[in-house]
């Protein structure tokens, strides 16, 4: 018997997802959560062979549920099943070694296949993103100038970075403004969404 966590927030997909799966003989769902730490709590009282998770959920994503398991050495297959294609994502969950990485509108028999394979010791990732795997495009930014968009990123104002990081507001501009010409965008919102996309902040 397969025994399985979902971490879902979405309610309904929750429910669907664990309607579906329990019709399979050999799957037993143990416990249904709506965020990280819960997910967390799930897996070291109940030892689930494989947990089933979101990307972005209330408490932690699913991103660092995944690394908190692999940094703890517990025997959990970990599967992100998530709406986003964005390859800097999957960069960030191959890194946490997770087991798969499935989009949410694949067809169920493709999810409970790939619970299969993972439990063989597979690694699987849906088809549509299996070629970002192989074009890993290199970071231009320093990390300074990571570091400094991600503070932007969670509403720090230049002055605020400055005092933060011990540097001058004009400083900080300028760690701003390299970010946008190296990410050849117009905005420091644009330098933002694209930096996350590719996994870089």
């Known amino acids: 018997m397969i025994r399985i966590v979902i971490a879902e927030d979405q309610h309904m997909l929750r429910g669907a997802f664990a309607s579906l799966l329990q019709l399979e003989e050999d799957f037993e769902i143990i416990s249904q959560v709506s965020g990280g730490h819960e997910a967390l709590s799930m897996i070291e009282a109940c030892k ?6 979101d990307i972005e959920m209330p408490g932690l994503t699913g991103l660092e549920v995944a690394q908190t398991v692999r940094d703890r050495g517990w025997n959990c297959k970990i599967m992100i099943v998530t709406t986003f294609a964005r390859p800097g994502y999957l960069q960030k969950a191959m890194n946490a070694a997770v087991d798969a990485y499935l989009l949410k509108d694949e067809p ?9 394979r993972v439990m063989q010791g597979k690694r699987v990732v849906s088809p549509y993103l299996a070629d970002s795997l192989f074009t890993h495009e290199a970071n231009p930014l320093t990390e300074r100038e990571q570091e400094v968009l991600r503070m932007v990123s969670e509403g720090g104002t230049t002055r605020h970075i400055a ?7 004009g400083t900080v501009r300028n760690y701003l403004s390299s970010a946008i010409q190296k990410l050849e965008v117009e905005t420091r919102h644009h330098a933002i969404e694209k930096a996350r ?3 870089w902040i």
């Open 197 to 199: 996309d590719r996994g």
């Open 108 to 116: 169920i028999e493709f999810l409970v296949e790939a619970i299969r």
């Open 48 to 53: 689930p062979d494989i947990c089933l998770l």
């Open 163 to 169: 005092e933060h990081l011990y540097l001058t507001t």
